[in-house]
Each structure stands twice: as structure tokens, then as C-alpha cells.
């Protein structure tokens, strides 16, 4: 299972490690969620999160946050994944708090109200709880309208060439805006370049995950590459508003 960090350059800090379940059949986690038959598949996600957390203890991540990625449908149709979440945590001597449980909005939730309960019992019991990819799929603004999250990272499909677009420089100043008003966290996932995280930096986000500063390792921690904001000057002069 690979393991990305999630961090502050600026402050040089690791915020997190997201542990990545892979989908192909011979991935060592050997779920492949993705393989499986749709009455299967929210019982293989939810079941992968034993294997993450497993990981996390052999790593020795100490007191670092980790992040899990669950299908939002999961905590419905798996009427026990709030407990069996809990008790994987424990029994990995791991502590609830340090626990972030990310879900994508590229998937229909049809009964939200069941939804919306199984996050109230995660966020009571300490975990914290984060959209993925936002932006990338339909119902972002309005799953954020219906519950908010500790944190929310913006989707790459929005950061890629930011610094170049001035669309997606509005978007993302937009929901930077409405997410502070809300207090919850932002972070950039896939920054890839220099360019991309000076701009989203400026933007006032201050968490990143991309190959700018570290790739996924498997089964590992990888090491982070802090970037030197001195060895930017050229991109720290460069006019962001002149976008095309």
C-alpha cells in the first residue's frame, strides 16, 4: 500500500500520510476495490481500512495524521463501519484524532439523511472528516451546502497550470473564500510544479500534496524534497494576474 505525505512546505511540516489503496488485482493490498461486484464493493472499502491502518502502525508515523479514502455510500450500506473503523484504530494503537476519513463527491449519496448520521458518530468519536478531489465532480458546492467538513482538497484537475488560467484562479480564490468563511481547511493535491505552488501559496493555501514535493511510496515513507522559496525569485516576480 502506498503512502503519500501531505504537508507545509513553508513551515517544512508533514501533516499527514494518505495511505493510497490500490485497484488492480496485483496490488499487495489485494482488495481491488475496484474489481469487485457492486454488492461487494462497500464491504471491500470499508475492509481495506484495516490493511491501512495495519500499515500505519508497522510504519511507526507516530503521532501523524492518516488519511483513508471511503466511498461515501459506505457508511450506509456498511451498518457497522463507524465501529469497525473505531475498533481497527484502537487496535493498532492508534488514536481516533489522528484520523482523517476522505470522501469524493463523485458518488451519488441517496440517503443522505443515514449519511449525514454516520458522520456526526465519526466526527464525535474524534476523527476528522474531508472531501476529496473537490471540484472534480458534480455535487461539490451542494454536498458542501449539506454538511461541512474539517477540510476539503481541491482536486488536481483545478490546479494543474493554475498559475496560467485565470478561470480556475477564480474558482479556487472562490472556494478558499467560502471555506475560510466556513472554517474548514484547504488543501491542493497534485501540485506538480513550482509555479503551481507558488500561486496557490500566494492564494493563502498553506497544505500540499504532489510530486513537487514527494511521490507515493509503496509500503514506505517516502522523503520529502522541501522546495526554497529563495530559489524561485524568478517565479515570486512573475505577474500571477497576467493569466491566459
Keep these: 500500500m502506498p503512502f503519500h505525505p501531505i504537508v507545509d512546505p513553508l513551515s517544512r511540516r508533514i501533516i499527514a500520510f494518505e495511505a493510497i489503496v490500490q485497484k488492480n488485482e496485483d496490488s499487495p493490498s489485494a482488495i481491488a476495490v ?64 489522528q484520523i482523517i476519513v476522505e470522501f469524493t463527491e463523485s458518488e451519488v449519496i441517496s440517503r443522505f439523511d443515514e449519511f449525514a448520521e454516520a458522520i456526526k458518530s465519526l466526527k464525535a468519536a474524534g476523527i476528522s472528516v474531508a472531501i476529496d478531489h473537490f471540484g472534480a465532480g458534480f455535487a461539490g458546492l451542494l454536498l458542501l451546502s449539506r454538511f461541512q467538513p474539517d477540510r476539503i482538497k481541491i ?74 522559496k529563495n530559489n524561485f525569485q524568478h517565479i515570486l516576480s512573475h505577474d500571477f494576474s497576467k493569466s491566459s
Design 34 to 97: 475496484g474489481q469487485r461486484k457492486d454488492g461487494e464493493i462497500y464491504t471491500a472499502d470499508l475492509k481495506s481500512k484495516a490493511l491501512a491502518f495495519t500499515m500505519a502502525h508497522a510504519l511507526e508515523l507516530g503521532d501523524k495524521m492518516i488519511s483513508i479514502n471511503l466511498l461515501p455510500m459506505t457508511l450506509v450500506n456498511e451498518p457497522d463501519a463507524v465501529s469497525f473503523l473505531l475498533n481497527e484504530i484502537k487496535a493498532n494503537a492508534l488514536v481516533p484524532e
Design 155 to 228: 482536486s488536481q484537475e483545478l490546479i494543474t497550470n493554475v498559475h496560467k488560467s485565470g478561470p480556475r484562479q477564480a474558482i479556487i480564490q472562490a472556494i478558499i473564500k467560502c471555506c475560510t468563511s466556513l472554517e474548514i481547511q484547504v488543501s491542493a493535491m497534485g501540485v506538480a510544479t513550482p509555479e503551481e505552488w507558488m500561486w496557490l501559496e500566494s492564494a493563502g493555501i498553506e497544505m500540499f500534496q504532489g510530486d513537487l514535493f514527494a511521490k507515493a511510496k509503496l509500503n514506505g515513507i517516502p522523503s520529502i524534497a522541501w522546495p526554497e
